[in-house]
């Protein structure tokens, strides 16, 4: 998250900034202040990475995870089409 750092850096001036030895500066932190700054390419980014190196470290337990979501979701598409809810 080097770029995400360098961005938020330049936003030092702002009010709610808090410096990276601060222990309430995580990384949640900042992409929360850089979100509501309008940085949404630059968030998305940095949370696609962190869902590609996660892949990257457990490839098993990953596509595991997203197998049962995608079950999930398509189970959900069913009961709306079907059953009694409606949009």
């Avoid at 410096?19 to 700054?37: A, G, H, N, S, V």
Wanted: charged content about 30%; hydrophobic content about 35%; overall charge positive.
């Amino acid at each position: 998250m080097p770029m995400i750092r360098r961005l938020y850096q330049k936003y030092w001036r702002d009010s709610v900034f808090k410096p990276f030895d601060d222990p309430e500066c995580t990384d949640q932190f900042i992409l929360q202040f850089l979100y509501k700054k309008g940085r949404v390419t630059e968030v998305g980014h940095a949370l696609r990475n962190k869902c590609i190196e996660q892949y990257y470290q457990t490839p098993k337990q990953y596509l595991r995870i997203l197998g049962v979501r995608s079950i999930i979701e398509g189970t959900f598409g069913v009961d709306k089409r079907v059953g009694a809810v409606k949009d």
